[in-house]
């Protein structure tokens, strides 16, 4: 399964994107996906970007870190195997790389052999 980001970008603070991460491959089935990031300089060597939000494989439950709560909307499309993260009123401490990360099965086999993969990543810059 490969993921593709997009939907990065340059924006002023108070601004608005959306991401998107678009999943392919052979014979797969989806379960949880994730938004991750990483900014520049504040990440430990080795160190798994920080979760920005999550959401099941149905899409009926979500979690968001604290610090995007009320700002930032994660979502997806099964029938297109896509995610996306609506992100409103950007603030400067929002600039990072965008990762997004899904848990996968492939449908041939047991679906308890669960699979991770990581897209390429998505520059997000906020300026003040």
């Known amino acids: 399964v490969q993921l593709v980001e997009s939907g990065g970008g340059l924006v002023q603070a108070g601004g608005s994107l959306r991401l998107s991460c678009a999943a392919s491959g052979s014979n797969f089935v989806i379960n949880a996906m994730g938004w991750y990031r990483q900014a520049p300089g504040k990440q430990a060597p080795g160190k798994q970007p920080d979760l920005v939000a999550s959401i099941t494989s149905g899409g009926g439950s979500t979690n968001y870190a604290d610090s995007v709560k009320g700002r930032f909307t994660i979502s997806r499309d099964n029938a297109k195997n896509t995610m996306y993260l609506q992100m409103n009123s950007l603030k400067p401490e929002d600039t990072a790389v965008y990762y997004c990360?899904?848990?996968?099965?492939?449908?041939?086999?047991?679906?308890?052999?669960?699979?991770?993969?990581w897209g390429q990543g998505t520059q997000v810059t906020v300026s003040s």
């Open positions: 990360y899904a848990q996968y099965y492939n449908s041939d086999y047991d679906q308890s052999l669960t699979f991770g993969t």
